[in-house]
Every structure is written in C-alpha cells, then in structure tokens.
C-alpha cells in the first residue's frame, strides 16, 4: 500500500496568517494516464470530509480561492493564503494513482 | 446536486455482520464507482471499497476476505456488508461518489472523484 504522511500532525495558526501542510506519499503519483490523484479534504468537527482540491492543485466546486495545492511525484503542499475561522478542523491528503486509495494521518489546524 | 443518504445498524454484538445502505439522488448513478470509507480515532480514514453500477468491485486487501458490496440501480443503492465483525471495526462508516468511469476508444479508464459524500453512520460493536 502507498503510505501517505503529512507533517505537522497539529498546526497552530493565527487568523489572517498563512499555513502550509506537506504530504508526501511512498511511490510516485504519477498514473499511467499522465494525471496525479493527489486530493486534499478537509474535515470540521462533525462533519463529513469535504474534498478541497483534486488532482493536486484544482479547487472544488465552492472552495474560496485562500485554498490552493502544488507538488509533484511524491511531494505535495496545501496551502491556505490567510487561514480564516471556519478553516479550523483537520485536513487530510489522500492519493488515487493507486489501488488501494489511501489516505494520510490527518493534520489538526487549531487557533494559535 | 447530488445527495447520498446512508443508512444501517449502529450497534452490532462481536461476530455479527455490519450491513449499511447509501442511496443515491441528484445526479447519475451509472458510469460512476462508489465507495466505502470509514473512520476511526486510531487508523483514520481508511478506504474499503468501490463498486459500480454493473457490479465490478474493488476492495481493499486488508478487508477483502470478509467485505460484500452489492448494487441496486432500479434504487440507485449501493450496500456494504462486513462480515464476523470485531471491536476493531468500531467505526464511522462513510459513502462516497469515488470516481467516474470515463470512455474510451478501448474500454474505459477509471478517475477518482471523492467529490460527494453522506453524512456518516456510527456503527459500534460491543457484546
């Protein structure tokens, strides 16, 4: 199975500040077919995980422009411009290249 | 907009089967897998599986021996089954739209999606 590790596990943030999550899988995510499944998902306390990006740098349907993703091969970045309070809740990287789909341990982002 | 509404069992004795049902509404059933992921404070996020509107499976290896996904399209359900459950599969049970099958001159190729998900279901094992 493709291990997907982020870092950090929890990141404390000041509102109006920029935050960063690395996740880094062990394979390439590179498919076959030239795209690399790289999802971010963030999940608020209660709710289902909302995908944010796929592909790794393309926004889903709804998702503020704060939100954008970059990487390559085995290395991939999230990045929020200037965290707001509704960002708060956990943020998990997932690939797609390979079966099975795995997902990384989840980052904590939590107000400084 | 689709919407996916899960339903099943919260609370099973150890070695009993876990059925849980994701319906479907909003948007195309067909040309789409469907997935199972579930959740746990330990393990995290885990994904079980994916079947089709034809029936085609995929499952996850660690799971595979003891997991049945099934398909109604006149409902546009998809069911999971996970037999002689234990403790350790406490959990929350999500469904999701996993990808969407896209058509070729040859076949079709497979890309992930994860873009729709239901609302989640608590399923606790405990004698």
């Known amino acids: 199975d493709i291990l997907m590790t982020q870092s950090p596990l929890s990141l404390p943030v000041t509102l109006g500040q920029p935050a960063s999550i690395s996740c880094r899988s062990s394979q390439s995510l590179v498919h076959s077919d030239g795209n690399t499944y790289l999802n971010w998902f963030q999940q608020r306390p209660g709710q289902s995980p909302r995908r944010l990006l796929y592909k790794v740098s393309n926004r889903a349907s709804g998702v503020p422009d704060r939100f954008s993703g970059s990487g390559s091969g085995t290395d991939f970045t999230l990045h929020i411009s200037r965290v707001e309070a509704e960002d708060l809740g956990v943020y998990y990287c997932?690939?797609?290249?390979?079966?099975?789909?795995?997902f990384g341990q989840g980052t904590k982002l939590e107000i400084k | 907009q689709v919407q996916l509404q899960q339903w099943g069992a919260g609370l099973l004795k150890p070695s009993e089967t876990l059925s849980l049902t994701c319906g479907v509404s909003g948007g195309s059933f067909s040309n789409y897998y469907w997935s199972w992921i579930r959740q746990t404070p330990e393990k995290g996020l885990e994904w079980i599986g994916d079947i089709n509107h034809s029936g085609d499976t995929k499952y996850n290896p660690s799971l595979k021996s003891r997991v049945t996904m099934s398909v109604d399209t006149s409902k546009d359900h998809f069911s999971l089954k996970v037999t002689s459950v234990t403790a350790a599969d406490t959990a929350v049970y999500y469904c999701?739209?996993?990808?969407?099958?896209?058509?070729?001159?040859?076949?079709?190729?497979?890309?992930?999606?994860?873009?729709?998900w239901g609302q989640g279901i608590l399923v606790t094992v405990s004698s």
């Open positions: 997932m690939q797609g290249t390979h079966w099975p789909r795995t």
């Open positions: 999701a739209r996993g990808a969407i099958m896209i058509y070729g001159l040859v076949g079709f190729s497979v890309q992930p999606l994860f873009d729709y």
